[in-house]
């Protein structure tokens, strides 16, 4: 299957421009970042002005047409494809959203070199001819399904990661824990830091990074209360952590509450909505996904 072309952004130079330096209106007019400039001027269609290659030293004359690529030229992020299942939300030349199953991993790691959705992403671009890498933007804990966004070249990768934790990329995530908290909303304000000895575990600690999360109840059951979560940080393993402290830890949860499987096989945790804006265009946009059955039957 034939490649499909790279992806490549341009502008026509205003007479406000003429006179300005290649690198200037790289920086300035499309946003690009010294790391994507450094990696992108050694290749032969790198920058192109009017179509021709040239150095980031030269100025520009009004009307001319500056494009820039921002696809990979190669792979350099170590990860193999292999084939797997994929539930795409979105997809664009520059973004890819996806539904993430419970019980898959987002990155390879020890013990799982061809089974993650890393592996999965870079088997779906071969097969469709889309010559990139794997560009991850945030992560979902294994057994937490749900949205997750991965940019499809470098320079979308460093503006969505810039967005994290501000009010322009924003994560609502669904669970199920232990108990009903006694109030109906509130903020966990507790930093989170690691727990010694090991290399998974977290817990609250007054040394660790800061961490805040929104929570509210909107449904009990069973014993049980369905929570609304949304994070104004990012720690491993922030809403499993601040849950436990409330004294609510998500059901399933083999690490911070009690593991059941004949409840559910996983922490019952969802990553029910997300917002961001559009790397390219600054588009605010939004997807839902629906919570999956195995947290839908626990209330």
Request: proline share 7%.
């Amino acid at each position: 299957m034939p490649l499909t072309q790279p992806r490549r952004l341009s502008l026509t130079v205003s007479p406000e421009q003429a006179g300005e330096k290649v690198d200037t209106l790289l920086r300035r007019g499309l946003g690009l970042s010294g790391t994507v400039i450094r990696r992108v001027k050694w290749l032969e269609d790198g920058i192109l002005l009017d179509g021709v290659r040239v150095h980031t030293g030269v100025r520009v004359r009004s009307g001319q047409v500056l494009s820039v690529r921002l696809t990979d030229p190669a792979r350099h992020s170590g990860v193999l494809p292999a084939p797997g299942p994929l539930d795409f939300v979105y997809e664009d030349e520059d973004l890819l959203i996806l539904n993430k199953a419970p019980g898959v991993l987002c990155h390879p790691g020890h013990g799982h070199f061809s089974d993650t959705l890393g592996n999965f992403i870079l088997d779906y671009y071969d097969r469709m001819g889309i010559p990139a890498d794997f560009h991850p933007v945030h992560r979902l804990d294994k057994g937490t399904s749900g949205l997750l966004a991965v940019a499809k070249h470098p320079h979308a990768q460093e503006i969505l990661k810039r967005q994290l934790h501000t009010p322009a990329f924003r994560r609502v995530y669904l669970a199920v824990c232990d108990g009903v908290p006694e109030a109906e909303a509130g903020v966990i304000d507790a930093p989170i830091g690691r727990v010694p000895d090991s290399l998974m575990a977290r817990r609250v600690d007054p040394e660790g990074q800061a961490a805040r999360t929104r929570w509210q109840v909107l449904r009990a059951a069973r014993g049980r209360a369905l929570v609304r979560l949304e994070l104004e940080s990012g720690r491993t393993h922030q809403i499993r952590v601040h849950m436990a402290h409330l004294g609510h830890p998500l059901t399933g949860d083999f690490l911070y509450g009690t593991e059941d499987r004949s409840l559910i096989a996983r922490p019952a945790l969802h990553s029910f909505q997300l917002y961001l804006k559009h790397p390219i265009t600054g588009e605010a946009m939004k997807w839902e996904a629906p919570m999956p059955e195995d947290m839908a039957g626990l209330v």
